[in-house]
């Protein structure tokens, strides 16, 4: 599975963004996606997921009730909305996909993309 997030740019703080990963060589329909970030100078941290089904999404404490996660496994693309943005919010974006338990858990992930930059502006 190859991935490729985008929609990562410049915002001020308290605006949104659109995140999308979109999937090639297999269909993502049986996996998990995830996201997670990495701020500079820190380590990479969990943000989002969703079961292959839709059933369940997880949030990072930071971002619930900010951000969605959400998934279109007919065009194998996976989205996170992120609202009321704030320049902690600052990083580089990573999509992943694993067949896994521990959603919340990178070292579970199989698959991820390259990342796409976020930067809230104060």
């Known amino acids: 599975v190859q991935l490729q997030a985008s929609g990562g740019g410049l915002v001020q703080a308290g605006g949104s963004l659109r995140l999308s990963c979109a999937a090639s060589?297999?269909?993502?329909?049986?996996?998990?996606m995830g996201w997670f970030r990495q701020a500079p100078g820190k380590e990479r941290e969990f943000v989002a997921a969703?079961?292959?089904?839709?059933?369940?999404?997880y949030y990072a404490d930071s971002v619930k009730g900010r951000f969605t996660i959400s998934r279109d496994n007919a065009k194998n693309t996976v989205y996170l909305q992120m609202n009321s943005l704030k320049p902690e919010d600052t990083a580089v974006y990573y999509c992943?996909?694993?067949?896994?338990?521990?959603?919340?858990?990178?070292?579970?992930?199989?698959?991820w993309g390259q990342g796409t930059l976020v930067t809230v502006s104060s």
């Open positions: 992943a996909a694993g067949r896994l338990i521990d959603h919340m858990n990178e070292y579970e992930y199989d698959y």
């Open positions: 969703i079961t292959w089904s839709s059933s369940k999404t």
């Open positions: 060589g297999r269909t993502i329909s049986s996996y998990a």
